[in-house]
Every structure is written in C-alpha cells, then in structure tokens.
C-alpha cells in the first residue's frame, strides 16, 4: 500500500510517524510552545532528526470547546512555516479546514490536506480535487469542536464511524480523486465517549472502510489520562502505547507529540513482525 501526495510516493509497508507541529497558542498538550515561526521551524527540523516521517503543521486548536481562528490569523501563522518546511525533504501535511487555507498551503507544495471535517466544508472538496496529487486524510467527527464532548455520541460508534466515512470517500471519488490518495482517521476524541474511543481501537479495522491506510490520533488525548489518572504532560508512555496498539491493529499512520519515543517502541514491534515471518518460512 502507498499513500499517493503531492511530491510523495508514501510507502506504508512499515508504518510511518506523522509528527504533529501545532503553530497554536492554545492546542490542549503543547499550545505556545511552537506559536512562532522559528520555534516551530526549530520543532520540525527536531522531529524529522527523531524520526518522523511526515510533518503536520497546523494553525488552529481543534480541542474540545475552541472557537474558531479567523482565516487571516491561521494563513499568518501557517504559511511561514509550511514555506520553509517544504524544503526539509519529507511529505509535509497541513492540519486544517479552511479551503482557503488548503488552496494556499498547496499553492507552496505542501503534501498533503489533514481535515478534521473530511472535506465537508464549501469549496474544500473543490480545491483538493482541482489539485490532482495532494494527498488528504478524512476525519470522523461529530458535531463540531465547539460541542462535541458536551455532546458525544451514543451507543455503539463503529458501523456509523464506517458509514460516515465511506459516505465521504464515495462523495470525494465522484470528484475525481483517486484512492490511492486518501488515508482515513477514525476521529479519536471528536466527539466520543471514553467507552467509544476505546472501542474504536479495539475494532479499527472494522470501522474504517478496507482498502485505504489508516491514520490514527491518540497523542496525549483526554481518554489516555481519564484511564490512567495522568495530567495532558504526562501522558508519554500511554500515548506511544497507543500508537504501537493502533498500528498492532493496522494503522499505517500514527499521528504523535512524541515522535523519538514511537520510533523506538515500533522497533520493537517491528523486530517481532520480522521474527514471526522468518519463524513461519522455517516450517513452511
């Protein structure tokens, strides 16, 4: 399986490491760290040196009961930094929901669209089908951030998360785009119970449609501290947890904070992927 992008040709036969680079000053685990264009910079060139195969810049908060960034503020924190990331030689993939935002973001080579509304904004399936090669990842959220843990959804979430999500595949191929540049994301903590976030992962494979990568969310979420009692800072080794689970279960993509940390813990589920096959060609 390959994940087709802009200049990218995202070879997902081991998983890859998406590093998460919020130019925020309010993201729930590290707003203001990274909110100006040299410290984010600074962060990029640090997590592709850890590992990360695939930087995700974005410019706005998404966390439970954000408002919205004005379209002007997110272009002024993004494009700075989505300008000189293009030249650090791997897929840079772009954390937004504006068409405005993804229109001018690919106008400067960015990779790939990351929209946790999967394109259901006016004019966003436009811009990404008029493009012809980026690459975009389709979200599962209900409601919309400002709401939608005062409101999560009840009972079970597979079957509506798999609907919800071939729905939108379906619309988007209607327009052109080819499957072979679409990934799928669940939507770990967008509008879902505790109860429900687990589930998913349990059952991941079942809740998004076969044939297209699957990118998975856990870094630092609010579910992680709710099942280990840790504060958003110290969720690390939960979070990696996470990640190896969720590429356990067939993630091709995980998105992470801690980038060093997953590469190591991949390498060991990796070493045991490669022992079992060469265990099972000795007594085939």
């Excluded at 109860?195 to 991941?204: D, I, V």
Aim: charged share 20%; hydrophobic share 45%; glycine share 10%.
């Amino acid at each position: 399986m390959h994940w087709h992008t802009t200049r990218f040709r995202i070879d997902l036969q081991r998983p890859r490491i998406m590093g998460i680079v919020n130019v925020t000053p309010d993201s729930f685990s590290d707003g203001g760290q990274h909110g100006q264009t040299r410290s984010a910079l600074a962060h990029c060139e640090r997590l592709i040196g850890e590992g990360a195969d695939i930087l995700d810049i974005g410019g706005e908060s998404t966390r439970p009961g954000s408002l919205p960034v004005p379209l002007e503020e997110e272009l002024a924190r993004v494009l700075p930094v989505v300008r000189a990331a293009v030249a650090l030689g791997v897929p840079v993939s772009v954390d937004t929901f504006k068409p405005q935002v993804m229109q001018a973001v690919l106008d400067l080579g960015a990779d790939i669209v990351n929209d946790i509304w999967a394109l259901r904004l006016d004019g966003a399936k436009d811009v990404v089908a008029e493009h012809g090669s980026c690459g975009v990842c389709l979200m599962h959220m209900h409601r919309e951030p400002l709401s939608m843990q005062a409101s999560p959804m009840e009972g079970g979430v597979v079957t509506p998360v798999r609907a919800f999500l071939a729905a939108q595949v379906e619309a988007l191929q209607a327009r052109g785009v080819a499957p072979r540049r679409i990934a799928l994301d669940p939507g770990i903590g967008f509008g879902k119970t505790v109860a429900q976030n687990f589930s998913l992962l349990g059952r991941q494979a079942a809740a998004v449609p076969p044939g297209y990568p699957i990118l998975a969310g856990w870094s630092r979420k609010s579910s992680l501290g709710a099942v280990t009692g840790r504060a958003v800072e110290d969720r690390r080794v939960p979070s990696v947890v996470a990640a190896v689970l969720a590429v356990d279960r067939g993630a091709r993509i995980v998105r992470v904070h801690d980038v060093a940390d997953t590469v190591a813990a991949l390498a060991v589920w990796q070493a045991m992927q490669d022992a079992s096959t060469e265990q099972r060609g000795d007594f085939a």
